[in-house]
C-alpha cells in the first residue's frame, strides 16, 4: 500500500503564491505516474497537473498553466507543485494521486492524500 500525505497549503491572497509537498511512503515505485488534482465545496474534482516517473515529463491544466509548476524528487519521495499568482478561483482542497499508467482522469488514480485546503482571498 501507498501513503500520501498533502502540506503547505493555508490562506492568502490574489496574487501571492504557495508551494504545495506531497510526500510518499509505504510501497511506492519511482516509477509511479504523480498528479496533483484539487476540488472546490460542490464541485467535481479536476485535473491540476502531472508528471511522469523520472520527473522529465509534465503536463497542467490550462486554467494553471503558466503560473503552476509541478516537479518531483525522487530521492526524497516528494513531489511538489509550485502556485504563483493565485486567483480565488484556485480555491479548493488540493490533492496528491499516483496512478500506474499517464493520464489526467481521476480515475486512473489509485492512491490519494487526505488533502490541502488552500483559500485564495481577492
Known amino acids: 500500500q501507498v501513503q500520501l500525505v498533502e502540506s503547505g497549503g493555508g490562506l492568502v491572497q490574489a496574487g501571492d503564491s504557495l508551494r504545495l509537498s506531497c510526500a510518499a511512503s509505504g510501497r511506492t515505485f519511482s516509477r509511479d505516474t504523480m498528479g496533483w488534482f484539487r476540488q472546490a465545496p460542490g464541485k467535481e474534482r479536476e485535473f491540476v497537473a502531472v508528471i511522469s516517473w523520472s520527473g522529465g515529463t509534465t503536463y497542467l491544466a490550462d486554467s494553471v498553466k503558466g503560473r503552476f509548476t509541478i516537479s518531483r524528487d525522487n530521492t526524497k519521495n516528494t513531489m511538489y507543485l509550485q502556485m504563483n499568482s493565485l486567483k480565488p478561483e484556485d480555491t479548493a482542497v488540493y490533492y496528491c494521486?499516483?496512478?500506474?499508467?499517464?493520464?489526467?482522469?481521476?480515475?486512473?488514480?489509485?492512491?490519494w492524500g487526505q488533502g490541502t485546503q488552500v483559500t485564495v482571498s481577492s
Open positions: 494521486a499516483r496512478s500506474k499508467t499517464w493520464g489526467w482522469r481521476a480515475n486512473e488514480y489509485d492512491y
